[in-house]
């Protein structure tokens, strides 16, 4: 019998960790491993049972998908990460894809097994009914592409934050950041994308294919 694929959920509603629980148990090639409802608990549990996926909510209470995916491939870096989200926000879904995420799915659907079978597979796997998204991931690395412009991942990290519309102090409190560092960050971002405020960052990070 081939082995079942490994997947730890990270969500912090009961109900729909219980959804996934009784998806998955109706499979035969994919199983539940662990449940977490917070970062600080993924993180442990994407160390200490290196899942073949995780499947991650795109907002934990405060606390937002992009950085979180980023330190869940940290510490399980073949792990599959599919966010699983009721949000259709097309700029926060770019920033999980840009992140490192190889799967977005909508909740409530039923493609959640097929997302996590196509990821297996080695495919990038987006909810077919989210037209506003690439069909697959660029392959440059996050922050940096063709035009030059190059961002350190804890710019970029500040980047896609900023782009959920959060003031400095909430980027500061998200990252573990002090709130005059988030400034700096932000004054190095508009002088690397060459823009005179955050508006026109985020457009031109999207231009560039940043976001």
């Known amino acids: 019998m081939t082995e079942r694929a490994r997947v730890l959920v990270v969500d ?9 629980r009784r ?6 090639d994919l199983q539940l491993v662990g449940e977490a409802a917070d970062p600080v608990s ?5 160390r200490r049972l290196q899942p073949d996926i ?3 909510d795109l907002k934990l209470g405060e606390h937002l998908a992009p950085p979180l995916c980023r330190s869940l491939l940290s510490v399980s870096p073949t792990a599959r990460v599919v966010i699983h989200t009721a949000f259709d926000d097309p700029e926060p879904l770019r920033a999980c894809l840009n992140a490192g995420a190889t799967g977005i799915v909508l909740k409530g659907t039923r493609d959640l097994v097929e ?3 196509a990821v297996l597979a080695g495919n990038v796997f987006v909810d077919p009914s989210l037209t506003d998204l690439p069909s697959e991931r660029a392959q440059n690395l996050p922050g940096r592409n063709g035009s030059g412009t190059s961002l350190t991942l804890r710019e970029y990290e ?23 560092t988030v400034r700096s960050y932000v004054q190095s971002l508009l002088q690397k994308l060459q823009a005179r405020n955050r508006i026109e960052a985020l457009a031109k990070a999207r231009h560039l294919r940043l976001l």
């Not at 912090?12 to 996934?20: A, E, K, Q, S, T």
């Open 12 to 20: 912090d509603h009961p109900v729909v960790i219980d959804g996934v």
């Open 23 to 28: 998806i998955l148990a109706e499979t035969v």
């Open 158 to 180: 500040v980047l896609c934050v900023m782009a959920l519309g959060r003031t400095s102090k909430e980027i500061a409190e998200e990252l573990h950041l002090a709130e005059n």
């Open 54 to 56: 995780v499947i991650l």
């Open 115 to 117: 997302a996590l079978r």
């Open 42 to 46: 993924a993180e442990d549990m994407a």
